[in-house]
């Protein structure tokens, strides 16, 4: 009987002689629906608790990561586990949220300073008021390279690069 390390030395020559391409990787592509919700992956959605905690698995035995104390906050959902959903926020933190605390509805949240929310969605269109950093808006649709966004009662276009939350 061969020892154990001489024969994980077989295995490991005999993988590395193989043709490219004739190994397919075990997990197989990368998922594009969630396989909970069927929701296609990644995806926007909210943050519609007023106070949410991100955890570092999908659990509550996980530790917290980060409190979010603001609501319609923007996260990409990128994976799903039962009922916990592992998003990322706009600032590329990534971990694990219930998904009670989690709403469907569209926000974005403005990525630059004193971005022109437009009539149109051109960039001569005229200006109908500036944004700043931070401000969440609604997505009410993008097109192209461009969104339709509500915010305080106005509506108007951004470029969908301004804001973290436009597909």
């Not at 002689?17 to 998922?31: D, K, M, N, R, S």
């Not at 979010?68 to 996260?75: A, G, I, Q, S, T």
């Not at 586990?81 to 469907?104: C, K, T």
Request: hydrophobic share 45%; with cysteine.
């Amino acid at each position: 009987m061969l020892p154990r390390t001489l024969i994980c030395l077989c295995l490991l020559s005999a993988w590395l002689l193989l043709p490219p391409g004739a190994v397919q990787a075990v997990e197989g592509p990368a998922a594009t629906e969630g396989s909970v919700t069927g929701l296609p992956l990644p995806r926007f959605v909210s943050i519609k608790a007023g106070k949410a905690n991100l955890r570092a698995g999908p659990g509550r035995k996980y530790p917290v990561r980060w409190t979010y104390m603001r609501r319609h906050l923007p996260v990409q959902i990128v994976g799903e586990h039962e009922n916990w959903r592992e998003v990322r926020d706009p600032w590329g933190e990534e971990g694990w949220l219930h998904s009670s605390l989690l709403s469907g509805r569209r926000t974005a949240m403005v990525r630059g300073d004193l971005v022109a929310l437009r009539d149109g969605s051109d960039e001569a269109a005229p200006v109908l008021m500036y944004l700043e950093r931070r401000v969440i808006v609604t997505v009410e649709a993008c097109r192209a390279s461009w969104c339709r966004i509500s915010v305080d009662g106005r509506a108007g276009w951004l470029p969908a690069t301004a804001v973290y939350g436009a597909d």
